[in-house]
């Protein structure tokens, strides 16, 4: 190795090169994967009830458990005693894996391809439940393991619960018992609603009014507030305004392609080609040209959550109730001059009700001990003790129970949270008791409209056309989301742009895949 | 050179090799293995397959990024800024070097390094707040300022012809202290004798930057210069994410391939296309990096990379 003499000028600079080249070395990759970590909220309690004794259980087991999302700081003070006590009941202790949320759906299916010693995992619909259940990760649960290991679960689960969780016919996990409904409300400012004279919100129409109202008389208040260039590949009050007004269900909320619920032959269509876009277009760009939202709400970059806190935003639309429901509660804490209240702008559409696959238990292929593992399930979810235990912590400490169904934050609350035991929600669960009442009279006038459709557990499989799904997205964030907040002033134009460019995108091609994969979904449930 | 003497070298630069080391390694482990990686490309990725054993399939992760129409967009654009890029930037911080050598004193040159240092550690997701804050249409504070001298507003977040000019300033604001730092020591490094020598000689102050510092910054310049185009086909996702976001309007101006890439791939999360997107771009830079060295070599074979 010979080297070359180089000018003196040059060394300090060599320094600085090669630490220049070690830093751009380390700029690189690096990818971002959003987790959506839904929020479980709670339903009123009932029944509780003993294990049944007709079990073996003179072996003592160790069992091993998959969880996801953080490590809380009080798991060894619960877990410790939830052992104690599984110890007593079915001679077992588990001991729990938590998969962080910063890496868990890479280390999820590792678990599975590694075969790793564990006998449960929480699992869900957005959790590989499909994926894992065809690859054969999960043992099959048959009805007879049912009634014998898990009898409590078996009495208090509804029948289409069960249903929804099959994957071709089989079973493969113990989904939550919980009623939960997908529709999206609105929050806005009921003071300033009052205040201008303005009638109840429970239209379409109703909730322009209002928002037209705010833009025109409150100088320094943004009526509506988005965060439209998050990612999500619509106008954020869509689902209130399209789906829910329409009674369609998007299969895919990456895709534009929807069908209507009461169809029973389920027949895809692109919500953009409808004449129900098109009008919903001019909604949009009246309320845009009345100065409803900000003309940068694309490149919006606050929480709009925070702006209605502090004052600066009249509204947000459509969110989950429960979202809506905490917030309210915390105006109420927080900054009760400034009164807010809750409104379904589409009260007599069908409700879409979660399905049950949203979260749940399953037992892994190869568990050694799948029975006990069943009876543990069973336990979690019907024991009111354990269930009281496993999903709020140490009552006095991380909770503090206000009779049999509610509960408010105790002292340590945050010491214990943040993980997916929700998998064995339950009517046992516990309601926060600054839960509003508002949300909770919502949520009981929807149960009663809740639908059931065929393709309700439809998952569109896009492997085939994934280079189709991906220009898609982009030509949605590029073309739709504009012209939907009304930036682009000639509508008629910007529309036919955007069924030009997902035409070129290959939006045919996505939606026969889909119609295809319906139709089979459709021909085996017959 | 005779035979064995491999290790008697060895043993002779020891003291340099073993400076030497920890790049090698750094280089190796974190460039020269993963690059078996670049399979990926061509596999339609699983886990249970892993890298190596996945399922070939052939030029598919490819096919979203052609078959889009807008491969040459954001590849025009993507080189079209990183030009940009490198001239603003490196004659901007050559300008501000030689000032700050001739015109200062050290004290203030050492304040002045520092204050033009900063921006550079400022993290682009907080340059793009306070870019929110300084453009947004309805309380920024430049339409505030447009406002009181009765002019009217400017819509910069709607309007696409205004941010290939504004990109690039913030660039330029971004790193020019870091580049600067760079011209200032390699002017440092110069010998103060030629600059004697032209004083005596009677050369002013313009002529001895003329004729002394900038010929003798070119090889700084010029390495900078090749290392800089080897990367002309990545964008610098951190800045046009974070300035830019995924606002559509615009796109025509301002998509490059990263943020394009980025966006189309975070909804399915395939690791197969995102890895056929990288390969794009290596394969253009590679290309671009040795056509440049080429010509450098043509132009003064001792100063081209290799």
Redesign the interface.
């Given at each position: 190795m010979k080297m070359k003499t180089k000018k003196a000028t040059l060394l300090p600079l060599a320094a600085a090169l090669s630490l220049t080249a070690i830093l751009s070395a380390c700029s690189g990759g690096g990818n971002a994967e959003p987790s959506a970590a839904p929020t479980a909220s709670p339903a009123p309690s009932a029944a509780a009830g003993e294990s049944s004794g007709a079990v073996d259980t003179s072996q003592e087991v160790k069992l091993k458990m998959i969880l996801v999302g953080g490590k809380p700081v009080d798991y060894d003070k619960v877990f410790g005693e939830l052992n104690a006590k599984l110890k007593e009941k079915i001679n077992a202790t588990v001991d729990v894996e938590f998969l962080d949320w910063s890496d868990w759906n890479q280390k999820y299916p590792l678990k599975f391809a590694a075969n790793e010693d564990f006998d449960l995992v929480y699992t869900a619909n957005w959790a590989y439940y499909n994926d894992q259940a065809l690859k054969g990760g999960f043992l099959e649960l048959t009805e007879d393991m049912l009634k014998k290991y898990a009898p409590q679960t078996m009495e208090s689960m509804p029948a289409v619960s069960w249903d929804q969780a099959k994957v071709d016919g089989k079973l493969y996990m113990v989904p939550n018992n919980n009623v939960e409904v997908n529709d999206k409300v609105v929050l806005y400012r009921e003071d300033l609603r009052k205040k201008h004279n303005l009638p109840e919100i429970n239209s379409l129409d109703t909730y322009a009014q209002y928002l037209k109202a705010i833009a025109a008389n409150e100088k320094g208040i943004i009526p509506y507030g988005a965060k439209a260039g998050d990612g999500w590949k619509w106008h954020e009050m869509d689902q209130a305004t399209l789906e829910q007004h329409n009674d369609w269900n998007l299969v895919d909320t990456t895709l534009p392609l929807a069908y209507k619920m009461d169809d029973a032959t389920g027949q895809i269509f692109n919500i953009y080609d409808t004449q129900e876009f098109k009008d919903l277009l001019v909604y949009y760009k009246d309320l845009a040209d009345s100065g409803v939202w900000s003309k940068n709400v694309v490149s919006n970059k606050n929480d709009v959550w925070q702006d209605i806190k502090a004052g600066k935003v009249a509204s947000y639309a459509a969110q989950n109730l429960g979202t809506a429901g905490a917030n309210l509660a915390e105006m109420r804490r927080d900054n009760p001059s400034l009164e807010v209240a809750i409104a379904d702008i589409t009260p007599d559409g069908k409700k879409i009700a979660a399905i049950s696959t949203q979260n749940g238990m399953a037992v892994h292929a190869t568990s050694k001990n799948p029975e006990r593992a069943l009876m543990l399930i069973d336990l979690l979810q019907n024991d009111k003790e354990i269930h009281d235990l496993t999903m709020y912590g140490i009552a006095g400490e991380n909770y503090v129970p206000e009779g049999d169904d509610k509960y408010t934050a105790g002292p340590a609350a945050g010491n214990y949270t943040g993980f997916s035991n929700w998998g064995w929600n339950s009517p046992l669960n516990r309601k926060d008791a600054s839960y509003p009442k508002e949300a909770d009279d919502i949520f009981n006038s929807w149960q009663s409209k809740i639908y059931h459709f065929p393709l309700e557990t439809f998952v569109f499989n896009g492997e085939k056309v994934k280079a189709e799904v991906a220009n898609i997205g982009n030509v949605m964030t590029r073309y739709a989301i504009p012209l939907e907040y009304g930036l682009i002033k000639d509508i008629d134009k910007g529309h036919a742009d955007l069924i030009k460019q997902l035409k070129a995108a290959g939006i045919d091609k996505v939606q026969a895949e889909m119609q295809a994969q319906v139709d089979a979904f459709l021909a085996a449930q017959k | 050179m005779n035979r064995g003497g491999f290790w008697s070298?060895v043993s002779k630069?020891r003291v340099?090799?073993l400076m030497l080391l920890p790049?090698v390694l750094?280089?190796l482990l974190?460039?020269y293995i993963p690059m078996a990686g670049i399979v990926l490309a061509f596999k339609q990725f699983n886990?249970?397959g892993g890298i190596f054993g996945s399922p070939w399939n052939g030029l598919?992760n490819f096919?979203?990024f052609f078959?889009?129409?807008?491969a040459w967009r954001v590849t025009r654009n993507t080189a079209l800024y990183n030009i940009a890029f490198i001239i603003v930037n490196n004659v901007l911080q050559i300008a501000a070097a030689i000032l700050l050598f001739e015109a200062a004193r050290p004290f203030f040159r050492k304040i002045f390094q520092t204050m033009l240092f900063l921006p550079y550690f400022i993290s682009w997701v907080v340059v793009?707040?306070i870019a929110?804050n300084l453009f947004?249409?309805?309380y920024g504070m430049l339409n505030s300022v447009l406002g009181w001298l009765g002019m009217e507003p400017i819509?910069v977040?709607?309007t696409a012809a205004y941010w290939p000019l504004l990109l690039v300033l913030i660039s330029a604001w971004k790193a020019l202290g870091y580049g600067t730092?760079?011209y200032l020591?390699?002017i440092?490094?110069?010998?103060r004798e030629m600059y004697e020598a032209a004083e005596i000689d009677g050369a002013n102050i313009f002529q001895r930057i003329i004729h002394i510092t900038i010929p003798?910054l070119m090889?700084?310049l010029i390495?900078?210069m090749l290392?800089a185009i080897g990367?002309i086909f990545r964008g610098d996702f951190g800045m046009f994410y974070n300035m830019v976001?995924?606002?559509?309007?615009l796109?025509s101006t301002t998509d490059v391939i990263d943020t394009?890439v980025f966006?189309?791939?975070?909804?399915?999360?395939?690791i197969g296309?995102?890895a056929a997107a990288?390969f794009y771009q290596s394969i253009l830079g590679f290309v671009t990096i040795l056509v440049a060295n080429w010509a450098v070599r043509r132009y003064d074979k001792d100063r081209a990379l290799f």
């Open positions: - | 070298d630069y340099l090799l790049a750094f280089f974190f460039a886990y249970n598919d096919r979203f078959e889009s129409g807008d793009g707040a929110y947004n249409y309805d819509d977040y709607n730092v760079m020591a390699a440092t490094g110069l010998d003798n090889p700084t390495i900078l290392l990367n976001g995924t606002n559509g309007i796109f394009y966006r189309a791939l975070t909804a399915n999360n395939d296309m995102s990288g």
